[in-house]
């Protein structure tokens, strides 16, 4: 397999992750009732063996979802708990109350954040669904809360490839800040085929278009 790619197809998936972003920031908006935004500020590749550093040991909140078309592997979205709290209950209101069985989230407000965890997942990969002119079907989203470190063992396991495939991006709500970071774990033999077959002429903007990412 040649994995050399045309450099210039990397600002394609900044491109799709800023047009993903713009769409979940709507439609939080819409379904939690936060003045949110947010922003893509950049995009890396980490070597597998620096993944559980880079994530640390502090507690987060994990919401990851498994690709099940091209470029196959998983998403993961990280994200601040006490911010994901915030946005769970902005959804669910009154109707969140009870006991919090994991010390943090009652079992409406993870299903809240499974469902905002969904709209996020869904906004980044349609995006690239768009530019690649394809389908990339999904598994439903899973909610994960504890030691971030441990949370791709939890999910699974670590996907046999050297690198790890980074966009980090902030959601950024009118009385709190909610810090977010998507891991993308893709079938790197299979990332690097749907990479070569895009046309570095394809117009980002208008093929990822808000209404036609979710």
Do not use: C
């Not at 987060?60 to 979205?77: A, C, K, M, R």
């Not at 504890?146 to 999910?155: E, H, L, N, T, Y």
């Amino acid at each position: 397999m040649d994995y050399r790619v045309d450099v210039r197809k990397l600002e394609l998936f900044n491109e799709m992750a800023k047009e993903g972003a713009s769409n979940v920031s709507n439609h939080l908006n819409q379904m939690a009732g936060l003045n949110t935004e947010i922003e893509v500020s950049k995009i890396n590749f980490l070597d597998m063996e620096d993944v559980k550093t880079h994530l640390g040991e502090h507690e987060q909140v994990g919401i990851y979802i498994q690709l099940q078309e091209p470029p196959h592997g998983y998403v993961l979205f990280m994200l601040d708990p006490k911010g994901s709290k915030r946005l769970a209950q902005g959804m669910v209101g009154d109707m969140g109350g009870g006991e919090a069985a994991d010390g943090l989230f009652t079992d409406m407000e993870r299903s809240a954040m499974q469902e905002i965890g969904n709209i996020m997942t869904s906004g980044f990969i349609d995006g690239w669904a768009n530019v690649l002119d394809t389908t990339i079907d999904m598994s439903t989203p899973s909610f994960i809360f504890g030691p971030a470190s441990d949370i791709v063992d939890k999910m699974g396991g670590w996907p046999d490839e050297e690198i790890a495939f980074v966009i980090d991006s902030r959601i950024v709500a009118t009385d709190t800040d909610v810090d977010v970071t998507v891991y993308t774990f893709p079938n790197l033999a299979d990332l690097v085929g749907l990479i070569q077959g895009i046309d570095t002429d394809t117009d980002v903007q208008a093929d990822s278009t808000a209404s036609d990412v979710i």
